[in-house]
């Protein structure tokens, strides 16, 4: 397993340095025989649904020239996935809008609060220095660990997140470049937990599987080519 995932990461650098070649939201040849799967088909809300029901939400979100996009201050609420996941290398390309805030979550309780690939513009929202030691930026654990500062954000483009899941053991990319790594469910987690807004959480990002949630937080924000590779 452990290998596999490293040989994915090496896989995942050579191919953002390539110019794209196939069309968005669809799998490469390669990409199928090593097992990814499309989480969006980029045309339905199949897969999908809110997190307040077991319906896709009727407003806040539409689908876009290919991509899925968060409509400004329509409030549809957040939704995720509706398979549950593990294990898994998570691939999502973003793009901001001026000033946006949304996030990429896993390992989300029931009600949506979970760990964050925190998708924000840090030049012109006010969360970027809201938090301790950058740690509510782009890419960042949202409010737990602060992503690398010379990340190679892209602005005004479409940017690839990636999450790398190997069992407690996690890593956040950005276009290529590992900007976070962390291990959960342990000593060192739960104090970490402990001095963040999610203290009030006892099992707080713990789960051993649980949906992909893409946030609604009344910004502007496009998504496409959301892939996994599961096991």
Not at 31 to 43: M, P, R, V, Y
Not at 175 to 198: C, D, F, H, P, T
């Amino acid at each position: 397993m452990k290998i596999r995932f490293l040989l994915v990461s090496l896989s995942f650098l050579v191919s953002v340095a390539q110019a794209q070649t196939e069309s968005d939201n669809t799998l490469s040849k390669k990409e199928k025989a090593e097992g990814w799967k499309l989480l969006w088909d980029g045309k339905t809300s199949n897969g999908w649904k809110s997190t307040k029901g077991d319906n896709f939400p009727d407003k806040g979100w539409s689908v876009d020239g290919g991509a899925l996009k968060v409509l400004k201050s329509a409030r549809g609420g957040d939704i995720i996935t509706t398979t549950k996941y593990k294990n898994f290398v998570l691939k999502v390309d973003f793009k901001l809008t001026e000033g946006a805030n949304s996030g990429i979550k896993y390992f989300v309780d029931p009600s949506g609060i979970g760990c964050e690939f925190q998708v924000l513009d840090d030049e012109k929202h006010p969360d970027a220095k809201a938090g301790v030691e950058g740690n509510r930026t782009l890419g960042s654990l949202y409010d737990l660990i602060a992503a690398a500062p010379n990340k190679p954000y892209k602005n005004g483009e479409f940017n690839t997140a990636m999450v790398v899941v190997n069992n407690n053991k996690v890593e956040h990319w950005l276009n290529g470049v590992k900007i976070v790594e962390y291990e959960r469910n342990n000593q060192m987690w739960r104090a970490l937990v402990n001095y963040s807004k999610y203290k009030k959480y006892a099992d707080f990002g713990n789960a051993a599987e649980a949906p992909i949630l893409l946030q609604d937080h009344g910004d502007e924000v496009w998504f496409k080519n959301l892939k996994i590779l599961a096991k």
